[in-house]
């Protein structure tokens, strides 16, 4: 990473298991059908972030039948020029206006169709805010992320080569109380 630009640290929360392959060999990205479409997603290092970042680690991990979440710690370097900023209050307010719009128009959905609505919204957000700011292909999208029904500061990084792994931290998913055993 040798462009000019901001560096920026992000904490992704996922297995133990998948934590090790993250580090080994790098991000990959498997999917389109997350809230701002392909990337990899990122929480700030701020209180939320890191509770929603273990939340998520704990929810992968049970997923796998694993014992152990991660929380992989990664940092990225942009330029302003590279970066969708949807955390900018006329940006929020718009994407209030699509979760709005999206309940009331559709109450019907079920909520996997009513998420990928909301998703393909999204996009179209992205794709107007590149337009108004003259971006051709922005390298990362700033936005608050959920999680459940929570939501952090976040990032969606766009293009694996540009992360780098700085490590990881393991989350016991199911903590061992006073005087019990796991056996």
Known sequence: ???EGKIYSG????????SEKICAEGFKIFSDDHYFGRGVYFYQPLQKGEKLA??????????RGENEGAIVTAEFKFAADEI???????NVQRLRRIHSIA????????REKYNTLCNRMHMALVVKVCERGNLRAPGMIQANLPFGRDYAPGYVVLDT???KVVGAIYINVYPARAGSSLC
């Open 103 to 110: 309940s009331s128009k559709y109450p019907h959905l079920s």
């Open 84 to 90: 969708v900023d949807l955390l900018t209050s006329d």
């Open 11 to 18: 904490l992704h929360g996922t297995s133990k298991s998948a």
């Open 1 to 3: 990473m040798l462009m």
């Open 161 to 163: 080569a540009l992360i």
């Open 54 to 63: 273990k939340a998520l680690a704990k929810s992968r991990a049970k997923q």
